[in-house]
């Protein structure tokens, strides 16, 4: 299916095992540019454009106005139309890791009493620890104390 994206596409995708189970296929991988982002780019009508958003328009059809491409394999150099889904920016936001996390970075439960939820306007709420909150705010009050 590959063959149906420009030449200059076709020799820079790797086929890799999708790093999400069930997901039918492989990643196509981009091996090419890619930017700063982690997204894969490629040159098309002398304009840099990101190889899922190309992939996505080749082989499935133009994305509608107001929504995203999303990559539900989680892979951002992935172009696997099959692994692509176009959604609207609140959905692709709310599928990211930091949406869907279940431990902070220290291992503590983001659950129950222990999870703060930070609205942030139209934006995706943020998922904060209580634990690692309240040892923070603390350690900051006692370095005042200190200075004092």
């Not at 899922?52 to 328009?57: K, L």
């Not at 943020?126 to 006692?142: E, F, G, L, Y």
């Amino acid at each position: 299916m590959t063959e149906q994206l420009p030449a200059n596409m076709q020799n820079k995708i790797a086929m890799e095992l999708s790093p999400v189970s069930g997901l039918e296929g492989f990643c196509w991988t981009w091996t090419g540019c890619i930017n700063s982002k982690g997204y894969g780019c490629v040159g098309v009508n002398g304009k840099s454009q990101l190889t899922h958003r190309v992939s996505y328009t080749l082989l499935i059809g133009p994305i509608p106005d107001g929504l995203q491409i999303d990559h539900l394999c989680t892979n951002k150099r992935c172009c696997n139309p099959a692994h692509l889904e176009a959604v609207t920016g609140k959905v692709n936001a709310g599928r990211t890791w930091t949406a869907t996390k279940t431990v902070c970075v220290k291992g503590h439960p983001l659950s129950g009493e222990n999870l703060i939820i930070k609205k942030r306007g139209n934006r995706t709420p943020v998922r904060n620890c209580r634990i690692c909150t309240n040892s923070a705010r603390k350690a900051k009050r006692d370095s005042r104390v200190m200075a004092a």
